[in-house]
């Protein structure tokens, strides 16, 4: 049995009717105690890019009332409901009120300069309300010798990890840190013929990008304040063994071989994948490869090379 609660302060310019909207959120009715459902918050995607699109829509059709955020909304947030479409710029605090609270965030993009990133999270953080972050690996040394865990030692002599760690510390933010990303629209292939990779025997870390942001909405339901987690495929493979890949079962010329400035890391999955009970839906990079290139998904979007280091 369903009843309502909850009235939220709704981001400016909506239309009356999704004001009204916003304030009917459902929440379960157990006896005479009414408790928020799970999601009786709204979702704001801060920072919507490429990710932020298949969160979008992973969370919409896991039943949340799902906003995003962009400095520029009307371009670059087409495949959003206009009312559901925000104008945020961290950099511009007068947008800042735009954002629905409560609502739970999830913050795509890096938390500097860290003394506004620490401002604005004061300013939404809540006890209804749960902020999750997106870092990168990058936050880890290179260390091909051992698997890198969460227990590793950051590289803290950078201003985003920083930030990341304060924002953990002080308002219990949940830190996700992705490895490199890849997917439709984002195509390691495309990298080979492009250039973009050298033909090294450093390793590489990837995650699918649709299985980054199923972990990041479970993470949202499951993690523990304050708690961080490495979000990769658990498979490190060598650029070297791509490119031969790419040659073999593509013709694309490999490059000519380089010599790393250092043999990079080989991540573990094993906590985000057992603490959230999570099985990939993309585990094998290869066979994910051979379906974007039959496909024709590599092209369907602005390509970005991983900087997964």
Known sequence: MLTYCRTLRAPKGLRPCWTAFLNILPCQLVGDITIPSQHS???VILGAGYTGTFLYHQAVKQGWKAFATSRFPGTHLSYVEPP???????????????IPTPAHIIWCFPAIPENLASTFAKDIANKESRILLLGSTSAFPANPDELTDER?????????????E??????????LRLAGLYGPGRHVLNWIRRGKIKNTGRYVNLIHVEDAAALCLAALDQAESGSSYIVADGTPRLWAD???????????????????KDLGKRLSSQKVLKELNYELKHPNLFEELNKIEANGEGTMNTESVSRET
């Open 84 to 98: 559901s479409r925000i104008l945020f710029d961290l950099e511009q605090p007068d947008t800042w009120g735009n």
């Open 242 to 260: 791509i490119c031969q890949f790419a040659a073999t079962q593509w013709n694309i010329p490999i490059p000519e071989p380089t010599v790393p």
């Open 166 to 175: 304060h924002l953990r510390k002080t308002y219990g933010v949940i830190i």
């Open 152 to 164: 590793a030692k950051l590289n803290m002599a950078l201003p985003r990890v920083q930030s990341e």
């Open 41 to 43: 918050l709204p979702l």
